[in-house]
């Protein structure tokens, strides 16, 4: 072979291998670089996961048929939609369908397109209601001098999640008093239940994986650990921290197996099933959730505190150590990350002196509200346990999905939907009443004594 042709023969191996190095951190699941390939910023609620394309489009760039409902449908049967696909299968509403087509999500909601996402965090056109109900201008004269595209953003009507909006309702709870006598709604089940398999630090059976047994540091963990939820239900530290091989998986008496000084999020999911799966669904775990790197406050496009944009988000990012610690994950571990004015504000309200005092022991149990109390309310399964919804999203699009769940828990329902229609008392974290007013409530109380009217005219009649 010629010195020419060698010559030739490394220069093409070298472009192979630049330009397939080059296509490989573009292409690769998670490649940082693919953000190059973006066709427009994405939106607040799918950022996270932009660098798994696949999870949305198809190889040649289409768009998944499921790419919504894959993520979305269990949220959207728990909310009651009130326009499911589904309902706009029967014939006749073909006519409607060819103004607006209801049965394809991305008709309303669309990525990649930041002049058209509205701060919500997705977009939607403003006249969506109109092109299907326009006649209720004509037909209800309450209405007659609404804008027709107002019908979503003055608090009163949503698309998908009208649990707290409908008529109904809304006529049961007109009249309550803006501050409820007493608290209502779940409490959590005890955590610190001792059972016949509680244990004890002298139980513990991780002692020889600790680097410095006996010294300080190690006594603390252990007393840490003594003293939990865990310890009192026989969680032992190989529960947590050994990972057996599938054919040893059940019923193994040995710690033969490998030892994880981290703790996954599977591993916790083991047990907490429901946080974990919830916890996947929101913010903090979409991203490990696509087989990603952990979300950072680094990520985040809300304002953090610098000095922990490093952070990695999973279970023992609010949940530290071995204290398991639900107050401190409950506000400290959220304000330790967010910097944002809404989040520093709460720390100014009545909110979180009732906080404050529950924590100090000088009021009841329940009565303090946290930041997990409005972003992670507690959820009931089929059996009756009371645990932590870990999707800290869940009710915040729109945010009329926190009515039911927890303002109504201390509040009464209108004072309710002002509250969350107020701008400014959402950016100060609520800590002074609405200074907005829905008319929900009033037109429902108006339409109600009208029927009363008429039914009494008639009766009069006969």
């Excluded at 768009?63 to 449908?73: G, K, N, V």
């Excluded at 969506?128 to 107002?150: M, N």
């Excluded at 922990?308 to 988000?313: I, Q, T, V």
């Amino acid at each position: 072979m010629t010195g020419a042709k060698q010559l030739w023969l490394s220069l093409i191996g070298v472009n192979v291998l630049v330009i397939g190095g080059i296509a490989y951190s573009a292409l690769a699941p998670g490649a940082s670089t693919k953000a190059m390939l973006l066709p427009g910023k994405t939106s607040h609620g799918h950022y996270q996961i932009e660098m798994r394309c696949d999870l949305c489009h198809t190889e040649g760039s289409g768009l998944r048929e499921d790419a919504c409902t894959s993520c979305h449908a269990e949220e959207l049967r728990l909310a009651k939609d009130t326009h499911p696909a589904s309902k706009f299968n029967d014939p006749t509403n073909a006519e409607l369908l060819s103004v607006l087509d209801a049965k394809n999500c991305v008709t309303c909601h669309r990525e990649h397109v930041e002049e058209q996402t509205l701060d919500m965090g997705l977009t939607m056109p403003a006249d969506y209601c109109f092109h299907c109900h326009q006649e209720t201008l004509e037909t209800r004269p309450s209405h007659a001098d609404f804008k027709f595209d107002s019908c979503a953003t003055a608090g009163c009507h949503n698309y998908h999640d009208n649990r707290a909006l409908y008529e109904n309702f809304l006529l049961k709870h007109a009249d309550e008093d803006a501050f409820l006598e007493e608290m209502v709604g779940l409490k959590r089940s005890p955590l610190s239940a001792v059972t016949d398999e509680a244990l004890s630090r002298a139980d513990a059976d991780g002692l020889a994986e600790l680097s410095m047994t006996d010294s300080l540091g190690d006594v603390t963990l252990l007393n840490d650990w003594a003293a939990t939820a865990h310890a009192s239900a026989g969680v032992n530290c190989s529960g947590c921290h050994l990972e057996l091989s599938e054919d040893k998986a059940v019923e193994s008496t040995t710690l033969d197996g490998t030892w994880n000084r981290d703790v996954s999020v599977q591993t916790c999911g083991r047990c907490h099933e429901g946080q974990m799966e919830t916890f996947f669904e929101g913010h903090h775990g979409m991203r490990l959730a696509a087989g990603l790197s952990p979300m950072t406050p680094r990520d985040a496009r809300l304002s953090m505190h610098v000095d922990a944009s490093h952070r990695e988000l999973d279970c023992n990012a609010c949940h530290s150590g071995h204290r398991f610690d639900t107050e401190f994950a409950s506000v400290d571990a959220c304000l330790t990350c967010h910097n944002d004015t809404h989040s520093q504000a709460f720390l100014a309200t009545s909110h979180y002196a009732a906080w404050q005092n529950e924590t100090a022991g000088t009021a009841p149990a329940g009565s303090g509200v946290s930041c997990a109390t409005c972003h992670m309310p507690r959820m009931e399964d089929d059996d009756g346990n009371v645990w932590v919804n870990h999707n800290q999203n869940d009710n915040l699009r729109p945010n009329e999905k926190m009515i039911r769940d927890v303002c109504m828990q201390c509040h009464g329902l209108g004072f309710s939907i002002d509250a969350l229609a107020d701008p400014q008392l959402i950016e100060n974290c609520f800590a002074e009443t609405p200074a907005v007013h829905v008319e929900s409530i009033d037109l429902v109380k108006a339409r109600f004594e009208e029927r009363q009217r008429k039914k009494e005219a008639r009766s009069k009649k006969k």
